[in-house]
């Protein structure tokens, strides 16, 4: 609790400091128009800047979600609905934050978060896929940039006030309105008015992004009226969505009778979806003894229902093995690969339970197996390179991630692990080559350049790898002057 308490005082901290920021959009004004109003107050560019700045404030103070399967989840079930949308060419990051409230936030910059609370009071996918196709068309619809440039027809006070009320309000929902409240007079009233006809459109495009993915538009309603169940159930004590996102008895009325003008279909979820809903029940509990003691009961009352029933074992297995209980977690994980011997998923979890116990040989069987049937998978690779570090085989766990990285964007966790193997096999310069493109792409671009300076001060390094350090500090110099020039 302590730990919680801290990062929700450093989180509010960055927030102030972020706020100290606002003032230093008005310099976009004079940036080209790119093609809607609210270009010519905020461009695309200062936009996705200023959202690589946000989303680092939010790694540094939110709990945000590490696990490779959940992150992996979530940006896949975004990204299906980023497809159907008429944002495509708009760059979108999805996380997920450990957080039980239900709430979700869109940042600048096609930004999404979306609380564990969220999933796990989903009572299926198209819930969830609800709430995220809700967060993505405020992206699309530029609703933060409009926000900005309706307020700022009226101070650059208002401006600043309404855009920390958006960011304040990701963690602190009262905190959040507090500020909007504080925006006095007309300008407070419209934009009121403002965020209401957002949350119509975001509503809208939402469950045209639901039906064109292919899942149940009821689902956005079906949400809508459990948030209200439960702020009645709560005594007037609302959801966090509800109070970020303004919820009436019209706007649910209005979404049940657009998904009801589609025709109904057999909609079901992605086992993906039911594992991962298991998984962060598991480690939202407060012991795993409590999860087991509940999944326990929850796979009494399945009545065999199979798809129910081994997402209910998966949850079993992984409390079992955070609770240490190897043999219970063993039988649990024998039903799940009986049912389907090549699901990763299911092969992922044995080998987490033989590298629990210590058992590298029967471990790499099993991440051998994953990784033959699935070699670009995400979580396959970040598990087994992690267990070849483990062992000291880092040869073999950079070669993994190197050919992962050919095909695939860059991230912190890979540059961390790489920079991880280069280190064991005593690369110096690899390592700091690979520790500023860390930092770089963590947002922090002076220090990434500073560190690549050392490294051509300092270091004793070959023609080729001077060429590289040269033309990347290049590269990361014009980065900060943009930067720079932006007020960032």
Same mark, same amino acid.
């Given at each position: 609790?302590?730990?919680?308490? +801290?990062?929700?005082?450093?989180?509010?901290?960055?927030?102030?400091?972020?706020?100290?920021?606002?003032?230093?959009?008005?310099?976009?004004?004079?940036?080209?128009?790119?093609?809607?109003?609210?270009?010519?107050?905020?461009?695309?560019?200062?936009?996705?800047?200023?959202?690589?700045?946000?989303?680092?404030?939010?790694?540094?103070?939110?709990?945000?979600?590490?696990?490779?399967?959940?992150?992996?989840?979530?940006?896949?079930?975004?990204?299906?609905?980023?497809?159907?949308?008429?944002?495509?060419?708009?760059?979108?990051?999805?996380?997920?934050?450990?957080?039980?409230?239900?709430?979700?936030?869109? *940042?600048?910059?096609?930004?999404?978060?979306?609380?564990?609370?969220?999933?796990?009071?989903?009572?299926?996918?198209?819930?969830?896929?609800?709430?995220?196709?809700?967060?993505?068309?405020?992206?699309? +619809?530029?609703?933060?940039?409009? +926000?900005?440039?309706?307020?700022?027809?009226? #101070?650059?006070?208002?401006?600043?006030?309404?855009?920390?009320?958006?960011?304040?309000?990701?963690?602190?929902?009262?905190? *959040?309105?507090?500020?909007?409240?504080?925006?006095?007079?007309l300008a407070a009233q419209r934009q009121v008015n403002f965020t209401r006809e957002n949350e119509q459109e975001a509503d809208r495009i939402g469950m045209q992004l639901l039906v064109r993915t292919g899942y149940d538009p009821r689902g956005m309603p079906a949400f809508f009226e459990?948030?209200?169940?439960?702020?009645?159930?709560?005594? #007037?004590?609302?959801?966090?969505?509800?109070?970020?996102?303004?919820?009436?008895?019209?706007?649910?009325?209005?979404?049940?009778?657009?998904?009801?003008?589609?025709?109904?279909?057999?909609?079901?979820?992605?086992?993906?979806?039911?594992?991962?809903?298991?998984?962060?029940?598991?480690?939202?509990?407060?012991?795993?003894?409590?999860?087991?003691?509940?999944?326990?009961?929850?796979?009494?009352?399945?009545?065999?229902?199979?798809?129910?029933?081994?997402?209910?074992?998966?949850?079993?297995?992984?409390?079992?093995?955070?609770?240490?209980?190897?043999?219970?977690?063993?039988?649990?994980?024998?039903?799940?690969?009986?049912?389907?011997?090549?699901?990763?998923?299911?092969?992922?979890?044995?080998?987490?339970?033989?590298?629990?116990?210590?058992?590298?040989?029967?471990?790499?069987?099993?991440?051998?197996?994953?990784?033959?049937?699935?070699?670009?998978?995400?979580?396959?690779?970040?598990?087994?390179?992690?267990?070849?570090?483990?062992?000291?085989?880092?040869?073999?766990?950079?070669?993994?991630?190197?050919?992962?990285?050919?095909?695939?964007?860059?991230?912190?966790?890979?540059?961390?692990?790489?920079?991880?193997?280069?280190?064991?096999?005593?690369?110096?310069?690899?390592?700091?080559?690979?520790?500023?493109?860390?930092?770089?792409?963590?947002?922090?671009?002076?220090?990434?350049?500073?560190?690549?300076?050392?490294?051509?001060?300092?270091?004793?390094?070959?023609?080729?790898?001077?060429?590289?350090?040269?033309?990347?500090?290049?590269?990361?110099?014009?980065?900060?002057?943009?930067?720079?020039?932006?007020?960032?």
């Amino acid at each position: 609790m302590a730990n919680s308490d +801290q990062k929700q005082g450093n989180f509010n901290r960055a927030i102030i400091f972020f706020l100290a920021l606002l003032p230093g959009l008005i310099i976009a004004a004079d940036l080209p128009d790119f093609g809607d109003s609210a270009g010519s107050v905020i461009s695309p560019e200062y936009e996705r800047r200023l959202g690589k700045m946000f989303l680092n404030q939010v790694r540094r103070f939110a709990d945000v979600n590490k696990d490779p399967e959940v992150e992996d989840y979530i940006q896949s079930l975004g990204q299906q609905l980023v497809a159907h949308s008429d944002g495509k060419k708009q760059p979108f990051t999805f996380f997920v934050v450990n957080d039980p409230a239900i709430n979700a936030f869109a *940042g600048p910059g096609g930004i999404i978060g979306i609380n564990s609370g969220v999933i796990l009071n989903s009572s299926n996918e198209s819930e969830l896929a609800a709430v995220v196709a809700h967060e993505i068309a405020h992206v699309t +619809q530029r609703h933060l940039a409009r +926000q900005f440039e309706a307020a700022s027809k009226y #101070s650059l006070i208002n401006a600043a006030a309404l855009i920390g009320a958006v960011l304040i309000g990701i963690q602190n929902p009262e905190a *959040g309105a507090a500020v909007m409240s504080s925006i006095s007079g007309l300008a407070a009233q419209r934009q009121v008015n403002f965020t209401r006809e957002n949350e119509q459109e975001a509503d809208r495009i939402g469950m045209q992004l639901l039906v064109r993915t292919g899942y149940d538009p009821r689902g956005m309603p079906a949400f809508f009226e459990k948030l209200q169940q439960l702020s009645r159930y709560a005594q #007037s004590t609302a959801p966090e969505f509800i109070r970020t996102h303004p919820l009436t008895t019209s706007r649910i009325a209005d979404t049940r009778a657009r998904a009801e003008a589609f025709p109904k279909d057999n909609f079901t979820n992605q086992h993906a979806y039911d594992l991962i809903k298991s998984k962060l029940f598991v480690g939202s509990s407060k012991t795993p003894g409590e999860a087991i003691r509940f999944l326990h009961t929850t796979l009494e009352k399945s009545n065999g229902a199979a798809k129910e029933e081994l997402a209910i074992r998966y949850g079993l297995a992984y409390a079992y093995i955070a609770d240490r209980a190897f043999i219970l977690a063993r039988q649990q994980i024998r039903h799940l690969l009986q049912d389907n011997p090549h699901g990763i998923a299911y092969l992922l979890l044995a080998a987490k339970l033989e590298t629990a116990q210590s058992d590298y040989a029967a471990a790499f069987t099993l991440y051998e197996k994953a990784y033959a049937l699935s070699p670009d998978y995400r979580p396959t690779v970040m598990a087994y390179s992690r267990a070849l570090l483990d062992v000291g085989d880092a040869k073999k766990a950079r070669d993994i991630i190197k050919r992962y990285e050919r095909y695939h964007p860059h991230d912190l966790q890979t540059y961390s692990l790489l920079g991880q193997a280069e280190a064991k096999l005593g690369n110096e310069v690899e390592t700091a080559i690979l520790q500023a493109e860390y930092y770089f792409f963590a947002g922090q671009t002076k220090l990434a350049v500073d560190k690549l300076k050392f490294i051509k001060q300092q270091y004793k390094i070959d023609y080729y790898q001077e060429q590289r350090v040269t033309a990347r500090m290049a590269e990361l110099e014009y980065e900060l002057e943009l930067e720079a020039g932006l007020g960032l």
